[in-house]
């Protein structure tokens, strides 16, 4: 596997996240404009966020281990 500097994989990280983040806020926001109806707005919402979500994961190749990552960022390791 390639390794990438640590910069690059920031980069990306945040990235991801933003696009996740705006999807989900997004979604959300377009959805309680839209109708007035709750389930049809959490049903709105929750495919907008499956939808990004294959998108990130299976054609980018996105990993979502935020709270491995933040460990090790911290210093922690895995117990053995």
């Known amino acids: 596997m390639t390794s990438f500097p640590p910069s690059s ?3 990306s990280e945040a990235l991801g996240t933003a696009l996740l983040v705006a ?3 997004g979604s ?3 959805a ?3 109708t007035t109806d709750t389930a049809l707005a959490l049903l709105a919402n929750t495919l907008a966020t499956g939808a990004i979500l294959v998108v990130l994961i299976t054609i980018l190749g996105a990993d ?3 709270s ?3 460990g090790r960022v911290a210093g922690f ?3 053995p």
Do not use: E
């Open 32 to 34: 309680d404009r839209l």
């Open 68 to 70: 491995l990552q933040s």
């Open 64 to 66: 979502f281990r935020r």
């Open 77 to 79: 390791r895995a117990a």
């Open 28 to 30: 959300g926001t377009m």
């Open 23 to 25: 999807t989900v806020v």
């Open 9 to 11: 994989r920031l980069a």
